[in-house]
């Protein structure tokens, strides 16, 4: 995979709210590894700092990802970044060219062409993702479990079983899933407000602040790393090439800027580890 990028920031915010220090180390080693980002490093805490931490066990997360696009608060967060080394102001055919703002993707046994994302930029931020130890069948409060509306829904044991019936760990009944322990990921829905608009004006929200993402991409297209027989386009490695323009564009975003905002919530419970 070719990448282009002018600018690349990614960032990771962990408001640590955990007494355990082996919890606390093995999850930034578990991060670092996940998103080994060349030119950072994470700096070693001694006894007296990680003693220092202190509040309920678990963790949240909060992330942000920006790929050719402004990460400052305002009118222009997200947008496309510009100048002598950044995007081209799209137009359809010189624009496609710009060899900063692209990405190129080559799969396995097509190793003679490339798909090409032309002029573009995304970013993605996350908002307070919580991780934490749970038992399903406990106190919502105390334990992390479900709520009561839920305990009353019957197990499905079938999402423990492999394809030939057997149980995947433990055993499938309910009481035993019920108290073996699980990490929760929780997402807890902030909400949002929309108000329809009227012919010719478009609607407006406000809210919607859990996940906000933008993806701007000008041209997609194949391209190739040398002519065929016959063929008289331009040679060049396909990730740099533009010789057949686009088939397609598209864009992510809403009225308020060049983020869409999404309001998203939820538990999700994880075994087996």
């Known amino acids: 995979m070719m990448n282009r990028a002018l600018g690349t920031q990614f960032r990771i915010s962990l408001s640590p709210v955990a007494r355990g220090k082996a919890f606390w180390a093995a999850l ?16 070693s805490m001694d006894d007296s700092e990680m003693g220092a931490v202190t509040g309920q066990e678990g963790v949240l997360i909060s992330l942000e990802y920006y790929y050719n696009s402004d990460p400052s608060p305002g009118v222009n967060q997200g947008a496309a970044l510009g100048g002598a080394f ?16 692209r990405l190129a993707l080559q799969l396995e046994n097509r190793d003679f062409g490339w798909l090409v994302f032309k002029n573009g930029h995304a970013s993605v931020e996350m908002n307070r993702l919580s991780l934490d ?4 069948g406990g106190d919502p409060v105390a334990d992390n479990g479900v709520s009561t509306a839920n305990k ?21 009944t309910t009481t ?3 108290n073996s322990p699980a990490v929760r990921a929780q997402y807890i829905e902030t909400g949002g407000l929309y108000t ?3 012919p010719g004006q478009p609607g407006t929200s406000t809210g919607y602040n859990d996940v906000l993402l933008g993806m701007y991409v000008e041209g997609l297209a194949v391209e190739y790393n040398q002519p065929q027989v016959g063929d008289i386009w331009a040679a060049a490695p396909g990730w740099q090439a533009n010789n057949f323009g686009s088939f397609l564009g598209f864009e992510i975003a809403d009225n ?18």
């Not at 578990?30 to 980002?37: D, H, K, P, Q």
């Not at 019957?154 to 995947?168: I, Q």
């Not at 308020?256 to 580890?273: D, L």
């Open 28 to 43: 930034v080693a578990g991060i670092s590894m996940l998103f080994a980002i060349p030119g950072y490093a994470l700096e």
């Open 86 to 101: 950044g995007c081209s102001a799209p137009n359809g055919g010189t624009s496609l060219a710009n060899q900063n703002c």
């Open 133 to 136: 130890a749970a038992f399903l």
């Open 152 to 172: 009353a829904i019957a197990l499905n044991d079938e999402k423990f079983r492999d394809e030939s019936g057997a149980c995947l760990f433990g055993d499938c």
């Open 176 to 178: 035993w899933i019920d």
């Open 196 to 198: 329809a608009g009227s």
């Open 256 to 273: 308020n800027g060049h983020q869409a905002g999404i309001a998203i919530g939820g538990n999700f419970y994880m075994y087996g580890f």
